[in-house]
């Protein structure tokens, strides 16, 4: 059974959305050949994972339609989802790892490739935000557990505790019954994963989660490599990706989105091919989900997964809406 995480159904949020419902899964096609469920393009714009991905767009569609910067956007954008007590693959409320900490992984990526990224961090709120100051304050592109919170504090991050009631009882239930196992399923993801193109057609992108609910402790996944969680070449296009981060870190998902979208393919088969790629490689794909997301230079989107469930929020002038993904299986 797919659980409320796995929101199968398409809704319609305004009266102008422009919805296509995918379910496609034919032939590969090149970008010229429009598959049905690509939509339309233009920008601003901007698009994320799953159905809090349309209240995390409305920050980020504050920051783009007053003519700012799509960096800030997808900032703004997934500090909603960050703050969001009831997500709880997210910040604040996210499930814990097997020991009972919260530990967040996150990174961002700017138009000119800059790209910044924090892993096994504990006691932040906004992890993304840190990640930004990784990308513009310091030399490198990642910091790590106690070193990133050493980092946040001295920027004036604040410690809090991030594990709320309804993510500790969470956690208290599954010891009695887990042995101490992580849990490795379909359901088990919320990630999300955000892309923005500006109106002077920049394109940044934003990905941000506590990972797998009761991981290992010190587990991290494939939501702040850069290359994995998320790519963005503003030549070419921007992709997310969310699921099992095991199966994008072995394949560099977002990577290979938007390589094949550079030789041609649209972002949708661009996300299918790389969902071909987990299938053909990792014999496990099948018990597993993984959902890619991605928009080209021009502001067409796409969406693929390895499994039903998958869907995105889109956000541009005439249209508001959540979309369904095409799966695989
Ligand atoms: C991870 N990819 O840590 C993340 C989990 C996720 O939606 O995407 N959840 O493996």
Do not use: Y
């Given at each position: 059974m797919l659980n409320r995480r796995n929101f199968i159904s398409l809704s319609f949020l305004t009266a102008f959305s422009t919805i296509l419902k995918s379910s496609f899964s034919g032939a590969l096609l090149k970008a010229d050949e429009k598959p049905p469920g690509d939509t339309e393009h233009g920008f601003p714009m901007v698009i994320s994972t799953w159905k809090h991905g349309i209240a995390a767009n409305e920050a980020a569609w504050q920051v783009l339609v007053q003519g700012g910067q799509s960096l800030d956007a997808v900032e703004q954008g997934v500090r909603v989802t960050e703050a969001d007590p009831d997500n709880s693959s997210v910040?604040?409320?996210?499930?814990?790892?097997?020991?009972?900490?919260?530990?967040?992984?996150?990174?961002?990526?700017?138009?000119?490739?800059?790209?910044?990224?924090?892993?096994?961090?504990?006691?932040?709120?906004?992890?993304?935000?840190?990640?930004?100051?990784?990308?513009?304050?310091?030399?490198?592109?990642?910091?790590?557990?106690?070193?990133?919170?050493?980092?946040?504090?001295?920027?004036?991050?604040?410690k809090e505790d991030l594990l709320t009631d309804k993510a500790r009882k969470a956690w208290e239930e599954w010891k009695e019954k887990s042995h101490y196992k992580p849990v490795i399923n379909v359901e088990n993801h919320d990630t999300i994963g955000m892309l923005a193109i500006d109106k002077n057609g920049d394109i940044s992108g934003a990905c941000t989660t506590s990972g797998l609910a009761f991981k290992m402790h010190?587990?991290?996944?494939?939501?702040?490599?850069?290359?994995?969680?998320?790519?963005?070449?503003?030549?070419?296009?921007?992709?997310?990706?969310?699921?099992?981060?095991?199966?994008?870190?072995?394949?560099?998902?977002?990577?290979?989105?938007?390589?094949?979208?550079?030789?041609g393919y649209s972002p949708r088969e661009a996300c299918r091919l790389a969902v071909d790629r987990i299938a053909d490689k990792l014999p496990e794909y099948d018990r597993n989900q993984v959902g890619y997301l991605a928009v080209n230079k021009a502001g067409e989107t796409g969406a693929f997964a390895i499994h039903k469930g998958f869907n995105y929020a889109l956000k541009r002038e005439d249209v508001n809406a959540l979309l369904d993904s095409g799966a695989l299986l």
């Open positions: 910040g604040v409320g996210g499930f814990p790892d097997r020991d009972g900490d919260v530990t967040l992984d996150a990174c961002i990526m700017d138009p000119k490739g800059k790209a910044g990224s924090v892993t096994f961090l504990q006691h932040i709120v906004h992890p993304v935000s840190v990640a930004r100051l990784v990308m513009e304050k310091t030399p490198h592109v990642m910091l790590s557990g106690e070193g990133a919170l050493e980092f946040a504090l001295q920027n004036g991050f604040r010190g587990r991290v996944g494939d939501s702040p490599i850069i290359g994995a969680g998320l790519f963005v070449d503003n030549e070419v296009g921007g992709a997310v990706a969310t699921g099992l981060g095991e199966l994008v870190m072995k394949t560099l998902g977002s990577f290979l989105v938007v390589e094949f979208m550079r030789s």
